[in-house]
């Protein structure tokens, strides 16, 4: 099985900040890397598909990049809607493996 | 719009088993791969299973294998999750999600609204 690993687990900013968040894949993977934001209380909504693809109606201040073991999310200017927890996930082989989150909360 | 409603979740004792259903509607059923996935409290997302569009094509996390078998009506528009001998590691909300047209590219772009099962004595 592929693991998933992001960092950070968590992560205090304010609005307007610039944060980053990483996920790492224990095997290359090419580009098939996935990104999701999770709230409570709601399914995962897919932000980033293919490493880098914005999903139609993701606000363009998000934006992913990587390929082969290292990936990036990179939120250029958080708002307030913004704070939520976000998932890595690998869709190159089965069983797809999710990272275990990034808590990112407001400072 | 795309749309995915799953039904059939409740509290049952371990090694009960329980079936969910997930209606989808909005787009053509039977062209897309379809997946379970699911999230326990205060984790993250788990993949559970996926069948192809076909029927013909089923996989399984090994933590579920030998327990849970997900099958499909596409007359009916409706995927399936029968889930025997539960676990109290079970307890999740259970998602059912639209995927490709492979099994074999694990994009979950749609998900449904989620069904609760919890495994409890």
């Known amino acids: 099985d592929i693991q998933m690993t992001q960092s950070p687990s968590s992560l205090s900013a304010s609005v307007g900040d610039r944060v980053t968040i990483t996920c790492r894949t224990s095997q290359s993977i090419s580009r098939y890397l996935n990104w999701y934001q999770d709230k409570p209380g709601k399914a995962p909504k897919v932000l980033i598909s293919a490493a880098s693809t914005l999903q139609s109606g993701v606000p363009s201040r998000f934006s992913g990049g990587g390929s082969g073991t290292d990936f990036t999310l990179t939120i250029s200017s958080l708002q307030p809607e913004d704070f939520a927890t976000y998932y890595c996930q690998q869709s190159y082989s089965i069983p797809y493996t999710f990272g275990q989150g990034t808590r990112l909360e407001i400072k | 719009q795309v749309q995915l409603v799953e039904s059939g979740g409740g509290v049952v004792q371990p090694g009960k088993s329980l079936r969910l259903s997930c209606v989808g509607s909005?787009?053509?059923?039977?062209?897309?791969?379809l997946h379970w996935v699911r999230q326990a409290p205060g984790r993250g997302p788990e993949w559970v299973a996926v069948?192809?569009?076909?029927?013909?094509?089923?996989y399984y996390a090994d933590s579920v294998k030998g327990r849970f078998t997900i099958s499909r009506d596409n007359s009916r528009d409706t995927l399936y999750l029968q889930m025997n001998s539960l676990r109290p590691e079970d307890t999740a909300v259970y998602y059912c999600a639209r995927g490709t047209g492979t099994v074999f590219l694990g994009n979950f772009d749609d998900w449904g609204q989620g069904t609760l099962v919890s495994v409890s004595s």
């Open positions: 069948i192809s569009n076909d029927d013909i094509n089923k």
């Open positions: 909005g787009f053509t059923f039977s062209r897309y791969a």
